[in-house]
């Protein structure tokens, strides 16, 4: 920690100590409290103890550095003044909240108390002050039951188990005969203060603490220790926030929205969470406190017309006209003043408002979107901002498939379009289930009747989640947003009964495995499976991506082995084919047999018919990609996987030799047997090729360039067939750009093996036919001896595209097939931070594939390189990739949208960024990165 | 080529223009033809062409470079006078012999012509001036056929089919009634002259060439040419041997040995190349060209008592008593000269000595080790020299087992014993065979009347070699003691049916895949398999190994599993175990039950319960090793294995419960019946497990410090059994010094994570038992992540070792257990030049190697390094490690004294060169490694 460090900043309308760029140190809702004071907004006054405080804290056994405890004090007597109330002053009681704050929004990831100050005494006093002891003694409740739950650690782990402060009140309500909180009277409160106080005591050994001050540092200590619970590791794993960073506390005054009907408490976005209109969107809940709204405990009312779902929904604008004005101008401030989208969170106590919240909303991939362009074009942020605004992996979202609007559905219940998007799955009623089910390869679709923050692995896991409660803004909406997961909320409709692992959506019952289909645009909750139809891309999509076109260096490719691929990849912006798996080809239904042929033969001539059936084959495919990249480059790999894979599974054969030889026994007359004896034999021959074929490690055996040098009349069919296609095209005036890539090459002279069949095989066709085509011929860089030696490689090539694929798995030695045994649990432990399939393990691979560029380009300073693999349209490998100089990316269509966006947005973060060093010898070894 | 290029080199008794420095340029033989002019040997005088000119004309289209015909013809004049002959006069004609002869010696690889020089007339000439038409016509006769062969190419590709013209011989023998060439007489060998040149115009389409000087310059080429031959290339790879280095032609004056009874030709050692005693040894036969002696046509006979074989063996001694004497001189003279034992060639013509040739002798191990020792200890060489004359890969073959002399055995026939050690093997009768079974795992003895160079590959591929024909210094013995291979030569006693495929020894037939053991030290042929007893030690070799200790760097290590391998390898030498594999154990019938359930259990509690049965049995091994290794480092890798290989095969246990649910069937009572239902599931969960442990990569899988993440409860037993064993030494008197190794590391964490795991169990055991333990804690770098980062992974560990059989299977992306299906194509072609799990591949593994030693040693300037894969007993590889500053190496036991003279080679080699630079950034490429 610094000399003479400064632990706590105050602030207050006109008068905060922080700003929002403090947000490392403040965390974000710190930070920006602070700044909306700054900018004149109504904010209850507090204190932000800063993240270097809750750093020192968990490093030094939960013990506070000196001087805090003065600091704090003085802060807090700043609030009393500017509030006019005193701590722990029974006649005139400041409350306190105490809230985490992150440097990232993880919301509901950690502790809060609310209502603390409390105590008997001071709660009689407040009930006379407000003129309303049951206000008072509902607040004590409240604040005894959370504080019991989060800071004296009563509330349940599991969260399928009773809370017991639930429990209690439960009892009374039995005991009472009443079924809402809300009819329980002032002494029932009392008592329930009792009960809960005695159930504290009975569990824990401790009493409840009746001194503020002693309740503030437990609350403080209670958020600090959060940032380590098991539910915040979790969700920082998932969204790659760093464990180091840290949670600030927010302690702040008190105001209050259950004071009566003159008091309210609200959220809201600044335009529409889900669309992205400009059209101010909020819920609120008139005499109630801000945890309501989001808990969805109570289904809260629009704040406007705009947001009305229903005839008798009572909006905010109505019922507090002035108020709503005055909302709707702070709404203009903050947008004009963070130049975003704000989520913001409201309470009016006694016809005052306070701000007490506000934050870049969340967002589906279509309002991230069309917030992004329409801010653009009004001139509020520039095209570059709005490049940088919109996530490049939510971009997927937008373009997947929605359901056929033509399909006969049946709608068994509706809910709110919580999270877009169109999904089925089969139905499961827990998270763990959720996981469970996934991780075998089913889809799913969590029901349940409201989520909270235990439940993120599961919704992670699921296609889609339905619940039955909670509003727009409650957790599974917000969290279903994210995540780019469709959700359907607030399902008044259906009731889940978990005992029985079902639901009722009027009179249909939906059972565990049930397959049901959600449609989070409309909120249709649909029985069975629907067939889904692609989606229309929208101007704005369009627009925003012109504008990435025009700030990035890399361009865009896409892998793509028949024509529909290569067509919608190049509707989504691809400039050419970066990887065109020509076994692919292999495996269509009316060829395999003529694979299976060559690969049956025992002698170069038996190949060489087969090889001869299946070259017109090749040149139709191939011309048929031609025609739908005409002009643009094609890189066509030449075959790469182990012959074994075209063979039938050892097992089946077995088994069909077994059943042919009992049927042997059966035969009624002896042309059948002959003809079951010629069967068997040739089953028997293909099982003994199978076995000859088998290899421990597949991976690592006899493919790729091995195959074109073990078999070179592979290799000459296959570039017959692309230079045959290529002169065909030219002829009816498409223009092929073949470049032909030599795959698993770890030296020199194998590249030179196989580009010297390739060159004398164009030349034939091409003097054949009269034609030049313009064509080169490169290698996949795959292996890390390839890597490091591709200075001499370079020599024979006319380029290198990047297998990271392969590559990962040889570097790191981790089967990509094998690696779900462990990875999971790497994962989890930290030991490895993100998957490196999914991202490039920079460290790592990307050391390799850095050190290669090097290499290759000290042979041939233009050297054209690229990567083809997975992480070809992963954004962070995106940014990787640009930073190393490499010249394109290719991926998978649909991902093709996202790469140009990362594409772009790296490019204008690294703007500044000179050459940089060679990363091989780095000292930072871990596998993945943070956000 | 270089200005005013020097291509031809003259020689002659004391006025040569070569000498032995200049083997590069004119092979070892043209050097050495040199030298011994240089020393005043008597040798016919000659000319060189230089290696140069092969290389201009390899590489120019078979065109000589302009001005080699002039410095032919000069050097032709001048051995025309010394020899006062002239090449092609018909009254005096000098005859030439035209011999390839390449930087190393490639026995018999490439062509040769004798008896150049002469036509019809000049035959007749020849006659009368020798006064022995028959000779002259013999003369003729064989120049003819090996003309007829060689340069105008009817040698017969394929060795199995008939040499034309020796067709022609055996269809005159015929006619003639007569067995032996040398029955034939003056006008048989004319007409045989009048077939042969008619088989080669109606074979070639072109005339035997009647003018001396066509014949000259058609011999030279076809020697230059025949470096390209199939044999030449496969020896070469087989040896290591460059392709570019190219052949020197070496044309000399013929002189005969076939001119009388006063003339003869031998071949002799100037020590038994066998034993290495110093011994003048050697074989001549009289009346004979030097060819007949090597071919092993005629048996030859002992050239001194010494080599006496049978009583009435005739002498050279007794023979010619003066030209022995001469040639004792000249043995003396060589050997003063070359300080090495020498093979030699000389030649009788009417009684004047002439020596054709003089080379270093190949040599067994035993008898490489017993010269070098003796030579440095009569001060003919130093230690130094003596360290550098022994191959270290020789060594292993003094070290192995030789057949129990207490073994019942059944002599069956006895030969000459040509080659030392003792092997069995089932009998083949060609090198296709041989290569082919032995490439299915078959032990083999190759069984040939006798062998030539084309059978190379066969014996290469074979465990002994057995002959009919041929003497000690015959192509079957000479090769087969280079190849340190066991080989009876020239056995009388059978004979060989090559039709049947079997061979007769007296009257017990042999067929092919009969089991045969051979004696090669004893020459004797026994039938079946013999048990073999370990071997004793020489004085001569412990010596060497101390000299050797004495100037190496490197520490040698073993790799050792058991305490019967640990002691073996510690009487070798080794100071440590590099490698002790625990998983071995694992493997014992007592404990794999255990281990079984272990991976049985579902859960932490059955998994703990199985391995409290696992820990004292491990405790007793580790005790066990470091009794053997008292005082010496061990080195323990905890857990490597995928755990499958545990568990019984998948088929296996299908065909089991299938068995088993027939037996339900046939089942006599209902107690069977449920003990076969109960058997029945237990089977049925065994394959379950089978089945969920799959991987398709499992080299790439589940496997080294991933087990011990995933369970920690592994590691934990394994760390308290090898602490619990060293507490227990201590208590003993035993020295443990245990270093922990834990495998397959790719990131820091991982090390980490079981580090922790390792010092807290250490801590825990060596409390309980208040002992200390000198301990450390390292990892294997056997992945090129590992490699990438070993700066960081060195913050970690005490130690690496490089575990180059998986770094190697990684880097290349080459399965070990797959790689026979392509790597023999590889190898053939020599995309690999050499296998890179025998020889480290330098500039793909070896860079990552260098590389991590370099970065880890940034972090620890003494971090301890060795290396513990294959590579470590192989010499070049060796060397490497040497070269890149590793603290040790470790291998199999018997490669333990190999590794040693390996490292000192290393140091001696290396001793002027400084610090190498980084290799990675190198630009070649190749796998593999020349000589």
Chains 1, 2 share one sequence.
Request: charged letters at 25%.
């Amino acid at each position: 920690m610094k000399e003479n460090p400064k632990f706590v900043y105050f602030f207050a309308a006109n008068e905060a100590e922080g700003k929002s760029e403090m947000k490392d140190l403040l965390g974000g809702k710190g930070a920006n409290l602070a700044e909306m004071c700054n900018i004149g907004i109504p904010v209850p006054p507090g204190l932000t103890i800063s993240t270097e405080v809750c750093n020192y804290f968990l490093k030094n056994d939960n013990v506070f550095p000196e001087g805090l405890t003065e600091e704090v004090a003085a802060a807090l007597e700043r609030i009393e003044k500017l509030m006019d109330k005193k701590f722990g002053d029974p006649i005139n009681p400041l409350l306190l909240s105490v809230r985490s704050g992150s440097r990232y929004s993880m919301p509901g990831m950690m502790d809060t108390v609310l209502n603390l100050g409390l105590n008997d005494q001071i709660t009689e006093g407040l009930g006379k002050l407000s003129n309303n002891p049951r206000f008072a003694w509902d607040s004590y409740r409240r604040f005894v039951q959370m504080y019991g739950d989060v800071v004296m650690g009563l509330r349940p782990v599991d969260h399928d188990d009773i809370d017991p402060f639930e429990e209690i009140i439960e009892r009374l309500k039995v005991q009472r005969g009443v079924e809402m909180d809300t009819d329980l009277t002032t002494e029932d409160l009392k008592l329930l203060v009792k009960d809960f106080k005695r159930a504290i005591k009975t569990r824990t050994g401790l009493s409840f603490p009746e001194n503020p001050m002693d309740q503030l540092w437990g609350a403080i200590e209670a958020v600090f220790r959060s940032w380590n619970n098991e539910r915040a590791v979790k969700y920082r794993r998932l969204n790659f926030i760093s464990d180091q960073w840290g949670t600030a506390v927010n302690v702040q005054g008190m105001v209050y929205g259950n004071m009566g009907n003159d008091s309210a408490t609200g959220v809201a976005f600044t335009r529409d969470p889900s669309t992205g209109e400009n059209q101010f969107y909020g819920e609120y809940l008139v005499n109630a406190q801000g945890e309501d709204v989001v808990a969805g405990i109570r289904t809260p009312q629009p704040i406007n017309k705009a947001g009305r779902k229903n005839k008798d929904d009572v909006t905010f604008e109505s019922l507090m006209p002035d108020i709503y004005t005055q909302l709707l101008q702070i709404r203009e401030t903050l947008e004009e003043h963070y130049r975003d989208m704000q989520d913001i969170e409201f309470t009016i106590e006694r016809n005052k408002l306070w701000m007490l919240q506000t934050r870049t909303g969340k967002r589906t991939a279509a309002a991230a979107l069309r917030i992004a362009v329409e801010m653009a074009e009004s001139g509020a942020i520039s095209r570059e901002e709005a490049i940088m605004r919109v996530q490049p992996n939510q971009l997927e979202q937008i373009l997947h498939p929605n359901f056929d609007p033509k399909a006969e559905i049946t709608v068994i219940a509706k809910g709110l379009p919580a999270s877009p998007g169109a999904s089925s799955g089969r139905v499961v009623f827990n998270a763990k289930d959720a996981e469970e089910w996934a991780s075998k390869g089913e889809k799913v679709i969590l029901v349940r009747v409201e989520t909270s923050p235990e439940d993120i692995g599961g919704m992670n896991a699921a296609k889609g989640i339905l619940t039955a409660r909670g509003g727009m803004t409650s957790h599974a909406a917000v969290v279903a947003r994210g995540m780019g997961k469709c959700c359907v909320a607030g399902c008044n409709d259906i009731s889940v009964i978990y005992s029985a692992k079902q639901f009722r959506a009027h009179d249909v019952i939906v059972k565990e495995g049930d397959w049901i289909s959600l449609n989070g645009s409309t909120g249709e909750v649909i029985l069975g499976q629907v067939p889904t139809v692609e989606p229309e891309i929208t101007g704005n999509f369009s627009k925003l991506m012109s504008w990435a076109d025009m700030v990035k260096r890399l361009e865009i490719r896409t892998n793509a082995d028949t024509p529909k691929d290569a067509q919608q990849a190049r509707e989504f912006g691809a400039k050419g084919i970066g990887l065109c798996r020509t076994e692919h080809m292999f495996f269509e239904h009316n060829r395999i047999e003529a694979v299976r042929e060559m690969i049956m033969s025992e002698d170069y001539i038996g190949r060489q018919a087969a090889l001869t059936k299946i070259l017109p084959m090749q040149i139709e495919d191939f011309i048929a990609i031609f025609e739908a990249m005409d002009g643009l480059p094609v890189t066509i790999r030449t075959l790469d996987p182990p012959l074994h894979e075209f063979l039938p599974n050892r097992e089946e054969l077995l088994k069909d030799i077994l059943d042919m030889k009992i049927g042997l026994k059966e035969a009624p007359n002896l042309q059948r047997i002959d003809e079951l004896l010629k069967q068997i034999k040739t089953k028997e021959a293909l099982l003994e090729k199978v076995e000859a074929l088998f290899e421990a490690n597949p991976m690592l055996g006899t493919r790729g360039c091995r195959l074109g040098i073990i078999y070179p009349e592979l290799t000459v069919m296959q570039a017959k067939a692309i230079f045959e296609a290529a002169c065909a095209c030219k002829r009816k005036g498409i223009t092929a750009r073949p470049e032909i890539m030599i795959p698993l090459v770890s030296t020199s002279p194998e590249l030179e093996h196989q580009k010297a069949i390739v060159q004398r095989v164009a030349k034939e066709v091409m003097d054949k036919h009269v034609v030049e085509i313009e064509y080169s011929i490169g290698t996949m860089i795959e292996l890390p001896r390839a890597a490091l030696n591709a200075r001499a490689i370079a020599e024979s090539a006319d380029f290198f595209s990047f297998g990271t694929n392969d590559l990962t798995q040889t570097t790191l030695g981790l089967s990509r097939d094998d690696s779900d045994k462990f990875l999971p649990m790497y994962l989890e432990q930290q030991i490895f931070v993100s998957n490196p399939f999914e991202k490039l393990d920079q460290n790592g691979v990307g050391k390799l594939v850095d050190f290669a560029v090097r290499e290759g380009r000290k042979t041939k300073k233009d050297l054209k390189i690229g990567i083809c693999g997975e992480h070809g349209g992963e954004p962070s490998s995106v940014e990787f990739f640009h930073m190393i100089g490499l010249d394109y990316v290719s991926c998978s269509p649909f991902r093709v949208p996202v790469a140009r966006l990362a594409a772009a947005q790296a490019a204008l973060k690294n703007k500044k960024s000179s050459d940089t060093s060679l990363i091989m010898e780095g000292t930072k070894d871990i596998v993945g990165t943070h956000a």
